[in-house]
């Protein structure tokens, strides 16, 4: 991988940005949300604007390449090297001018992400990696390298999770989930932005992150980031991620920590079974 391809996704994750601190400048127009799956879960004007000018640009740049993207281009692509966009993931967030959102934009070969960027246009910062040159976050003109954390046991640590948007969550199994690990741990988060959850689980800030229903959007970049950093996405059973994984634990590869999210996920999920069938 050359550097011309991570060149040209940073510049333009970060142009993407500009498009929507604009937005936020002037103004988001309340007329412009539209609902999709229900109020929970929502699309804006900058969303559209951010995914038209970056997909304009890819088509522009790099014609041959497949493109999958969280408004218009949903679909897996069959193409040798396939663009993964979400152009603004933090939507909520971002609407209500909380400054927790990015632009995620990774690069597949054959299906497995080998370039990955974010771009956190609220604080200026951009997070890269490539496979076999490691994480980093860029700051102006500077970089430092991202490393997951050390902590190995359950009581020092921070994880993160998320609530699918669907709300398709029987018997409320992700709330379960979170209460019994954030009594375990110091806490548990919602940030409400993959992109910058797995940052900061590539940073060292959080320890494990898991969610459900997450999409290739949503963690292709962050997926190269963690693991250039020394972690680890797996599957709720353990087995190793995958574009189409529908389960993720993203962590700092301690087994401790993968043990303790397994378990609670696979203990809830017993209950619910057992509610459900009697």
Do not use: C
């Not at 909520?92 to 246009?121: M, Q, R």
């Not at 902590?151 to 409320?172: C, H, M, P, W």
Request: proline share 4%.
């Amino acid at each position: 991988m050359d550097n011309a391809h991570l060149d040209f996704a940073i510049d333009l994750a970060q142009r993407a940005g500009d498009i929507l601190l604009g937005i936020r400048e002037r103004g988001l127009n309340p007329e412009t949300i539209q609902a999709k799956l229900g109020h929970f879960d929502i699309v804006t004007e900058a969303d559209l604007a951010s995914e038209r000018f970056i997909l304009s640009e890819l088509k522009a740049a790099y014609p041959a390449y497949g493109i999958i993207s969280e408004e218009t281009n949903k679909g897996f692509s069959d193409a040798e090297w396939t663009w993964i966009v979400d152009p603004l993931d933090g939507t909520t967030n971002y609407s209500h001018g909380l400054p927790i959102y990015g632009v995620n934009i990774a690069l597949a070969h054959n299906g497995y992400p080998v370039l990955g960027v974010t771009h956190e246009p609220a604080n200026n910062r951009t997070y890269w990696a490539l496979r076999g040159r490691g994480a980093w976050q860029r700051n102006g003109n500077g970089e430092t390298r991202l490393r997951v954390s050390s902590i190995n046991e359950l009581k020092s640590s921070v994880l993160a999770t998320g609530f699918q948007y669907s709300r398709l969550d029987a018997g409320r199994a992700r709330h379960t989930e979170f209460a019994i690990l954030d009594n375990q741990t110091q806490s548990v988060r919602r940030m409400g932005a993959a992109s910058m959850t797995m940052v900061w689980v590539a940073g060292g800030n959080l320890e494990a992150y898991w969610e459900t229903g997450l999409k290739p959007w949503d963690f292709a970049p962050g997926w190269v980031m963690v693991d250039e950093a020394g972690g680890h996405l797996i599957e709720y059973d353990g087995t190793p991620a995958k574009l189409t994984s529908g389960t993720l634990i993203i962590s700092n590869a301690q087994p401790v920590i993968d043990t303790a999210i397994m378990d609670t996920v696979a203990r809830v999920a017993a209950q619910v079974a057992a509610a459900g069938s009697a």
